[in-house]
């Protein structure tokens, strides 16, 4: 009955919408626990002295190894969407995802530079399996034209907050305690973070039937002469992809070309730039694609490089805006000292607080409802709001005096007011823009520019110390309140091109 019921439509057992979807809810909820409790210590880890636990690293090495990190992790969506498509499915896909991700925190764990570089490929793995393939899952326990789509990836939304809210305060309250002789605990909040996801973990386990046939197989073309070719091209792909690699790890450890964190970081920014490029041009002028296909393909690419300039502001909660929390605002509330780290809970919790009205919202406007392109200027406008914000709380800063916790609050509301604007719609806009044979490697597109934005967000994080904060938040700003201007003018064009999704 349960299986027969999930993923028609017709199941209504959690708040009207499909049992499944509190499966996924609770899965990415423990995921999110995971990432951002790490990610919420990572930046100060590596910032941190050597003798008061951290890594020792110079802001501008901790930049760009944070900026890396964080979009080779959305970056390998693309890869973890393509292999769910064509090997193994979207539920193993996040099984195994989610296992990696475990080791992975607990290598971070370990008290050695080798086990943490590790631990930070591992969780680019994990997560590049885990994180587009769930959120694919999502869209396929609806039919196709179900009006609860949108706002069944609103509620989704508030599991991953749900995790971002909780894993900050836990994470952040055991890694940034002084436990003995004066070392910070940044690894105990690692190692909290690994436990988060193995709870999650069991859970995926434990209520994967109520997921019926969602993602259990690969998506075939419907062909078997196709499914075989493009399984062998992917074969030949990955071996291309594992030789370059290698190649470049011999370059280095014959000391041919220095590898810096640095060099690496910036040549992964052109990486970035070069496969959008070429994975554009194949869905726009590639052989294969129907041409409402095509078109769809263009809609997505318009929303592609906004959802990147979006990321690369938002994305500083973990860079340029924790070291603003750490360094330069007065941690205490109602007399109560607390981890800086605490404020990556902030635009999480307002996330939570507003997500059900935006769900609401949604569905109340009817055929009011402002269009995907609309939503996107709107989330892009107030993006560029929270930076103007700040520009004042730095320049107050820049006086060596602490300021108030309200300046980051009232930017973190105006960030989660545009995140609603745009991350759970662009979600369910890419299940309904995308072909059936190619929903996972979609879904990756979709974080492929989350992953330019988490890049573009690292390189303003390792400006910190050398650039005035005015001129950098004011920046910020400037880019994406233009960004929203440039949106809202294609809106009319983006929604001709989106024309038959359902």
Same mark, same amino acid.
């Given at each position: 009955?349960?299986?027969?019921?999930?993923?028609?439509?017709?199941?209504?057992?959690?708040?009207?919408?499909?049992?499944?979807?509190?499966?996924?809810?609770?899965?990415?909820?423990?995921?999110?626990?995971?990432?951002?409790?790490?990610?919420?210590?990572?930046?100060?880890?590596?910032?941190?002295?050597?003798? &008061?636990?951290?890594? =020792? +690293? !110079?802001?501008?090495?901790? @930049?760009?190894?944070? $900026?890396?990190?964080? /979009?080779?992790?959305?970056?390998?969506?693309?890869?973890?969407?393509?292999?769910?498509?064509?090997?193994?499915?979207?539920?193993?896909?996040?099984?195994?995802?989610?296992?990696?991700?475990?080791?992975?925190?607990?290598?971070?764990?370990?008290?050695?530079?080798?086990?943490?570089?590790?631990?930070?490929?591992?969780?680019?793995?994990?997560?590049?399996?885990?994180?587009?393939?769930?959120?694919?899952?999502?869209?396929?326990?609806?039919?196709?034209?179900?009006? &609860?789509?949108?706002? =069944? +990836? !609103?509620?989704?939304?508030? @599991?991953?907050?749900? $995790?971002?809210?909780? /894993?900050?305060?836990?994470?952040?309250?055991?890694?940034?305690?002084?436990?003995?002789?004066?070392?910070?605990?940044?690894?105990?909040?690692?190692?909290?973070?690994?436990?988060?996801?193995?709870?999650?973990?069991?859970?995926?386990?434990?209520?994967?039937?109520?997921?019926?046939?969602?993602?259990?197989?690969?998506?075939?073309?419907?062909?078997?002469?196709?499914?075989?070719?493009?399984?062998?091209?992917?074969?030949?792909?990955?071996?291309?992809?594992?030789?370059?690699?290698?190649?470049?790890?011999?370059?280095?450890?014959? @000391?041919?070309?220095?590898?810096?964190?640095?060099?690496?970081?910036?040549?992964?920014?052109?990486?970035?730039?070069?496969?959008?490029?070429?994975?554009?041009?194949?869905?726009?002028?590639?052989?294969?694609?129907?041409?409402?296909?095509?078109?769809?393909?263009?809609?997505?690419?318009?929303?592609?490089?906004?959802?990147?300039?979006?990321?690369?502001?938002?994305?500083?909660?973990?860079?340029?805006?924790?070291?603003?929390?750490?360094?330069?605002?007065?941690?205490?509330?109602?007399?109560?000292?607390?981890?800086?780290?605490?404020?990556?809970?902030?635009?999480?919790?307002?996330?939570?607080?507003?997500?059900?009205?935006?769900?609401?919202?949604?569905?109340?406007?009817?055929?009011?409802?402002?269009?995907?392109?609309?939503?996107?200027?709107?989330?892009?406008?107030?993006?560029?709001?929270?930076?103007?914000?700040?520009?004042?709380?730095?320049?107050?800063?820049?006086?060596?005096?602490?300021?108030?916790?309200?300046?980051?609050?009232?930017?973190?509301?105006?960030?989660?007011?545009?995140?609603?604007?745009?991350?759970?719609?662009?979600?369910?806009?890419?299940?309904?823009?995308?072909?059936?044979?190619?929903?996972?490697?979609?879904?990756?597109?979709?974080?492929?520019?989350?992953?330019?934005?988490?890049?573009?967000?690292?390189?303003?994080?390792?400006?910190?110390?050398?650039?005035?904060?005015?001129?950098?938040?004011?920046?910020?700003?400037?880019?994406?309140?233009?960004?929203?201007?440039?949106?809202?003018?294609?809106?009319?064009?983006?929604?001709?091109?989106?024309?038959?999704?359902?």
């Amino acid at each position: 009955m349960v299986s027969d019921m999930a993923g028609t439509g017709a199941d209504t057992r959690f708040f009207g919408h499909p049992r499944g979807l509190c499966t996924l809810f609770f899965t990415e909820m423990f995921e999110r626990f995971s990432y951002y409790g790490m990610h919420a210590l990572l930046m100060l880890y590596m910032a941190d002295k050597i003798s &008061r636990g951290g890594l =020792g +690293f !110079s802001v501008a090495k901790a @930049g760009s190894i944070y $900026g890396l990190y964080t /979009s080779m992790v959305y970056l390998l969506c693309l890869a973890g969407g393509w292999i769910a498509d064509v090997f193994i499915g979207q539920r193993r896909a996040v099984l195994a995802g989610a296992i990696l991700i475990a080791i992975g925190e607990f290598c971070l764990f370990a008290p050695s530079e080798v086990s943490f570089y590790a631990g930070l490929v591992l969780l680019m793995m994990g997560t590049g399996l885990l994180k587009g393939n769930v959120s694919t899952m999502v869209g396929q326990l609806y039919r196709q034209g179900d009006p &609860r789509r949108d706002s =069944g +990836f !609103s509620i989704f939304y508030v @599991g991953i907050n749900i $995790g971002a809210i909780l /894993s900050p305060i836990v994470c952040g309250w055991v890694g940034q305690r002084q436990w003995t002789n004066g070392i910070v605990g940044y690894r105990y909040g690692f190692a909290v973070a690994g436990l988060g996801m193995l709870a999650g973990l069991v859970q995926y386990l434990l209520q994967a039937r109520y997921l019926g046939k969602a993602g259990l197989q690969p998506a075939g073309t419907g062909s078997a002469e196709k499914d075989r070719l493009r399984k062998r091209n992917s074969i030949v792909a990955g071996l291309v992809i594992l030789a370059v690699c290698a190649l470049i790890a011999v370059v280095g450890a014959l @000391g041919i070309v220095r590898l810096t964190s640095e060099l690496i970081g910036d040549s992964e920014g052109y990486l970035l730039i070069g496969i959008s490029v070429v994975v554009f041009a194949w869905l726009i002028f590639g052989r294969g694609w129907a041409p409402a296909e095509r078109k769809r393909a263009m809609a997505i690419l318009v929303l592609f490089w906004s959802s990147a300039l979006f990321w690369a502001s938002f994305e500083q909660a973990g860079s340029s805006l924790n070291l603003f929390a750490d360094r330069s605002t007065r941690c205490v509330i109602f007399g109560y000292a607390f981890p800086s780290s605490w404020f990556q809970s902030s635009e999480a919790v307002f996330v939570v607080l507003l997500a059900p009205f935006f769900a609401w919202l949604w569905l109340a406007l009817g055929r009011r409802d402002p269009s995907t392109p609309a939503k996107f200027s709107l989330g892009l406008c107030f993006g560029g709001l929270a930076f103007a914000l700040l520009v004042p709380a730095s320049k107050i800063a820049a006086g060596g005096v602490l300021v108030s916790t309200w300046w980051l609050n009232s930017a973190y509301l105006l960030q989660a007011v545009g995140e609603l604007c745009l991350s759970p719609v662009g979600l369910s806009a890419m299940t309904k823009l995308a072909p059936e044979r190619a929903a996972g490697f979609i879904m990756g597109i979709w974080f492929l520019s989350t992953s330019i934005g988490n890049w573009m967000a690292g390189k303003a994080g390792s400006l910190y110390s050398s650039m005035p904060l005015p001129t950098l938040f004011g920046t910020v700003a400037g880019v994406s309140l233009a960004g929203a201007l440039a949106m809202a003018v294609l809106i009319r064009p983006t929604v001709r091109l989106m024309s038959g999704a359902k």
